[in-house]
């Protein structure tokens, strides 16, 4: 069973709160884009929570596949956060690394399928053989 991770990455993004930003992320031109909080919620259709006004860890860049759904959002459209100024409001998206290909495996050689042997002699799962006293 091969894993394609980037794939899925993408997948639980757009089928996530952030979507539109992603999409929005994804199609624009790899330069600098200082923005508001309000215009993140035009792109949106909907207001940023309450603790992405009062927490900037709410703002913090994080690696794939850990973190929060906004945060991999923007990753995976290949952006980071910079210049997050809470009492203005505003911050900016710059270019970031482009998200690499995760690695592909297969959960078959990670952990490789083991026989847990035959089933025991007399066992049986008839309602009849486990609850006797009660038939």
């Known amino acids: 069973m091969a894993i ?5 990455y ?4 757009m089928r996530g709160k952030y979507s539109k930003l992603y999409t ?3 199609s624009r031109p790899a330069q600098l884009w200082n923005t508001t909080f309000r215009e993140i919620e035009s792109v ?3 207001e940023l929570p309450a603790s992405a006004r009062l927490h900037r860890p709410w703002w913090a860049n994080q690696r ?3 973190g929060h759904s906004q945060a991999l959002a923007w990753s995976i459209a290949g952006w980071e956060t910079a210049d997050v100024d809470m009492e203005a409001e505003t911050l900016s998206f710059k270019p970031g690394h482009t998200p690499e290909a995760l690695p592909t495996f297969n ?5 490789p399928v083991h026989s847990a ?9 008839r309602r009849e053989d ?3 006293d009660r038939v």
């Open 107 to 111: 959960l078959d050689e990670v952990w």
């Open 64 to 66: 794939v596949g850990n």
């Open 4 to 8: 394609d991770r980037d794939r899925k």
């Open 24 to 26: 929005h992320l994804s």
């Open 117 to 125: 042997g035959g089933w025991p002699e007399g066992l049986s799962l």
């Open 10 to 13: 993408r997948e639980m993004v």
């Open 44 to 46: 949106l259709g909907f």
């Open 130 to 132: 486990m609850y006797e």
